[in-house]
């Protein structure tokens, strides 16, 4: 059974930071590419960054240069570094992985930066 649980966000003042966790369980984790993405209320779920089984990197344009994620494999964790945090950042941040064709998705970490 796949699961993957989130955890660290929060409220935060902007400019602030916060790093969000993600552990995973039931696949063979350092092989699979990881995401995350996130969800502002009222707007579609859109990516803000991927990591490679192999460690390659990518991240959407809006966080490039403050969010920094990565991976620990022993731990079956994939981590999100949010730094300079910015108002249009709120959202529900949701970690994602796929197995034979199918998503499997975390419940969310609720990340809220005030101005």
């Known amino acids: 059974q796949v699961q993957l649980v989130e955890s660290g966000g929060g409220l935060v003042q902007a400019g602030g930071s916060l790093r969000l966790s993600c552990v995973v369980s039931?696949?063979?984790?350092?092989?699979?590419?990881m995401t995350w993405y996130r969800q502002a209320p009222g707007k579609q779920r859109e990516l803000v960054a991927v990591?490679?089984?192999?460690?390659?990197?990518n991240y959407a344009d809006s966080v490039k240069g403050r969010f920094t994620i990565s991976r620990d494999n022993n731990k079956k964790t994939v981590y999100l570094q949010m730094n300079s945090l910015k108002p249009e950042d709120t959202g529900d941040y949701y970690c994602?992985?796929?197995?034979?064709?199918?998503?499997?998705w975390g419940q969310g970490t609720q990340v809220t930066v005030s101005s």
């Open positions: 039931g696949i063979i984790f350092s092989i699979n590419d």
């Open positions: 994602q992985t796929s197995l034979k064709g199918y998503n499997y």
């Open positions: 990591i490679t089984g192999g460690g390659r990197t």
